[in-house]
């Protein structure tokens, strides 16, 4: 009696699907009419640049009907929905379905979902509009499982199948909730008479609402389309409505910004499909957009020593540009030892900066989405440096968004003590000056670093790589308001990072553990990944410093990015590529297919290049015929690591790994390079691996990685979306900077000795288990600063 006694009569044989995400196509050629050709095109409005309906879930499915027979036929298309999200709840009972209320045409059935364990309640709501030609009817209620003498699937099949329409469904077939132990759906049937060789055009629209987010924390939040259609969930039957009489305007849209990418001819055939279908991510990777506003539930206190800088200065406006006289240096020692002051005084401090909201039309939410569906931690941070080239290609706002909550969270400290999966030692949740693995899991925003395999705060790639984001997120936008927001916390951050610059030779050094995004892969001493990333986070830093009126600070980071540039080319340059590190061992002659990381990035900013033309072109040519063209002729991407003798480095799990995020960052460095082909040819390996049809099977799932043996690690994650960097670096966009002269030294020296005073008041403390941070920054402020 349930959905599989439906005789539907289609094994697929005459029907194909394509993909251009956010629409796609599925045509039913001859079957399961030979007479009949049914195509189904369905849309999503995720609209570049659009803050509105790009938030409204809600999907439009339009069948377009052709009648190739000689004969007028009568076609009934049936939309069908459970009351279920797919989890307990489908069997609890006491969900309901009812009519919506018809207008202009729209007819539709709302379906009212509970949820398990006190979680938010969701609405659906399925709807067609009747026009000449069309008619709708509507099936309330039918079971779709469970012992019941209801009105079953079976029976709401045979009903359309023997009239056409359940404009004869006896009304009492409408239930009033479900009985625990069974679960239910409904459907809409759209009934057209066809005269032989016409067509007709039907349109259903899916939407849902659940307002609420709530996180284990208790705090709950409001969803962004909230803003547009208020909290209620029946605003499920007005998203439905609005999707089916406005979704010719959205696929417009999408169609303008599709079409010139399609149109091309510089690229080859795969890739703007696959450049398309892998933003499928932005939404299937657990994403959360908020409508900016704080928690609904009030914030319990925060206890203990967790505090947070604010050096926000309450101006947005773009007229207010930074006096250049303002020693940056000064302000941030000024507010540590205010707030320090605080907490020497009371061990109560509730100070916590939480989410940092701008105000009116310019707060657009806030963004989360999880590094993958296996790996929960939101907006993973040294992930999102490769796949954010997507959110300030496309959505802007968002990404600025996301660079605001992390420029919070550099200035926030947190001492609660988390013991680490790799060697079982404490380490506190994250200490001040340091850019947080990720915002969290069950209490993001406030509760950042879900990651508890190494203790990040010592990782040495996350500080650059915000860093560099903020500096592409400035120059890409022109928002001065945003770098001078943003521009204490880039300060802190470089700041942060001088502790491990052991020799002071003005390069920093790794610690001989995976502390980068290579998480299982060792590096020490000088890398050609974290060093190539300091070395350009300096020339964003001095850049960037430019941009704000900081003069001085402009001056002292473009010394150390010249003094670091040398030691990096010194250390690693081998005369055909830059050596995995500098510790002399085997494992430092690994051909690094991502070891002109920093060099990318530079590049893609509009900055300088951190080395020589003739030895970017050299790396990149080995890893192109190492790492690129020895594995598998090309056909699966870049393999991480790569000895000299062309075998591949099989001496940790990563270094045998694809990573396809990493292998199209590659491609959109060689293409910055102008090796344009080579570039193509690198990411082809990931589209035959993951989308083709004689590949392996990963279509809109494309995982972290694949290895040597072509076995996939952690399905559906973020840093594919790096294939937006590739488009990047071909659409060359016009970035909003303005060119660097040369400055006097003025208050350079004093400039220098407050920046190194900083440096030592972020130092991380030799014992943790002796003191704990607060109190060691404490005591040299009070030794150092107030003396």
């Known amino acids: 009696s349930g959905i599989g006694s439906w005789d539907w009569n289609l094994n697929g044989q005459k029907s194909t699907y394509h993909a251009l995400y956010p629409r796609a196509w599925t045509v039913y050629d001859g079957e399961p009419d030979p007479d009949l050709k049914i195509m189904c095109r369905q849309i999503s409005p995720i609209i570049p640049h659009n803050y509105q309906q790009s938030s409204y879930p809600v999907a439009v499915f339009t069948f377009t009907v052709i009648n190739s027979g000689t004969t007028a036929a009568d076609v009934t298309l049936l939309f069908t929905w459970a009351n279920s999200v797919g989890g307990k709840s489908e069997l609890t009972g006491y969900h309901s379905n009812s009519s919506m209320t018809e207008k202009d045409g729209v007819h539709g059935v709302l379906l009212h979902h509970r949820t398990a364990d006190g979680l938010p309640p969701v609405t659906f709501a399925i709807a067609a509009q009747e026009k000449e030609g069309v008619h709708i009817s509507e099936c309330p209620y039918f079971m779709m499982s469970g012992n019941s003498d209801e009105f079953t699937a079976k029976d709401m099949w045979n009903s359309v199948k023997e009239h056409g329409s359940f404009d004869l469904l006896d009304p009492v077939n409408s239930s009033t ?23 007709q055009n039907v349109s259903f629209s899916l939407a849902w609402a659940s307002p609420e987010v709530k996180f284990c924390s208790g705090k709950t939040y409001h969803r962004r389309y909230t803003k547009f259609y208020g909290t209620d969930v029946d605003a499920a039957a007005s998203l439905a409505r609005d999707a089916i009489l406005n979704h010719s305007s959205w696929e417009m849209q999408i169609e303008d910004w599709q079409h010139p990418i399609l149109q091309d001819k510089r690229f080859p055939e795969w890739y703007p499909v696959t450049l398309f279908n892998e933003l499928y991510y932005l939404n299937a990777g657990g994403t959360i957009w908020t409508d900016g506003l704080p928690p609904i539930q009030s914030l319990t206190a925060i206890g203990g020593k967790k505090f947070s800088l604010d050096m926000s200065n309450g101006e947005t406006d773009d007229d207010n540009e930074m006096n250049p006289q303002t020693n940056t240096a000064t302000d941030i020692l000024h507010q540590m030892a205010s707030v320090l002051e605080r907490i020497h005084a009371s061990l109560a401090s509730n100070s916590a900066i939480g989410t940092t909201l701008l105000q009116g039309e310019e707060n657009i939410g806030q963004f989360l989405y999880l590094e993958g569906i296996e790996y929960y931690m939101w907006n993973t941070y ?20 996301v660079q605001r909550d992390f420029a919070a969270a550099v200035m926030m400290h947190d001492p609660e003590k988390l013991k680490l999966l790799h060697d079982g030692k404490l380490a506190a949740r994250k200490v001040l000056g340091a850019v947080p693995h990720d915002l969290g899991l069950y209490d993001p925003w406030f509760k950042v670093n879900a990651y508890t395999l190494h203790n990040t705060d010592r990782w040495k790639d996350l500080n650059p790589k ?27 951050a470089m700041a942060y990072m001088e502790q491990f610059d052991k020799d002071k030779d003005g390069m920093i050094e790794n610690e001989d553990f995976p502390d980068q995004t290579y998480d299982v892969w060792s590096m020490a001493g000088v890398s050609a990944y974290c060093g190539g990333l300091w070395v350009a986070a300096l020339q964003a830093a001095s850049a960037l410093a430019h941009e704000v009126g900081d003069k001085a600070s402009e001056k002292l980071f473009w010394n150390k990015y010249e003094k670091a540039k040398s030691v990096y080319d010194k250390k690693l340059w081998n005369g055909s590529y830059f050596n995995y590190d500098d510790a002399g061992t085997k494992a430092s002659t690994s051909i690094h297919a991502d070891q002109l ?15 020589d033309k003739d030895k970017s072109q050299s790396a990149l040519e080995k890893i192109y015929t190492f790492n690129v063209m020895k594995f598998k002729d090309g056909n699966r991407g870049a393999i991480n690591g790569m000895w000299p003798d062309g075998t591949l480095d099989m001496s940790t799990m990563q270094s045998r790994e694809i990573w396809p995020g990493v292998t199209y960052a590659l491609a959109a460095s060689m293409i910055q390079e102008g090796m344009v082909e080579e570039g193509f040819k690198t990411a082809e390996g990931v589209y035959h691996a993951a989308w083709s049809s004689e590949g392996l099977g990963y279509a809109f799932q494309t995982p972290e990685s694949w290895n040597n043996d072509d076995e996939y690690r952690s399905l559906c994650y973020m840093r594919p979306l790096a294939i937006w960097a590739i488009q990047w670096a071909l659409s060359n966009p016009k970035l909003h900077k303005e060119p660097q002269t040369d400055i006097t030294q003025d208050s ?28 060691v920054i404490y005591e040299i402020v009070r030794n150092r600063f107030t003396s």
Not at 189 to 198: I, R, T, Y
Not at 597 to 611: D, E, M, N, P, T
């Open 466 to 492: 915000f860093v560099l984001q903020v500096y592409r997120d400035v120059v890409a936008t022109g928002d001065k308001s945003f770098a001078r927001a943003v521009w204490p916390s880039v300060y802190m």
């Open 177 to 199: 909730s479900s009985k625990p132990g069974t679960s239910i759906g409904a459907a809409i049937a759209a009934s057209v008479k066809l005269a032989p060789q016409a067509t």
């Open 597 to 611: 990381a920093g060099q990318w990035y530079a590049k893609a900013c509009g900055l300088s290049s951190i080395v």
């Open 382 to 401: 040294d992930v999102h440096f490769y796949s954010s080239f997507s959110l300030i290609m496309l959505f802007p706002k968002l990404q600025l968004s």
């Open 748 to 775: 350079f020296p004093k400039n220098q000795f407050s920046y190194a005073r900083i440096a030592k008041l972020l130092q991380l403390p030799e014992d943790e288990s002796s003191k704990s941070v607060p109190r």
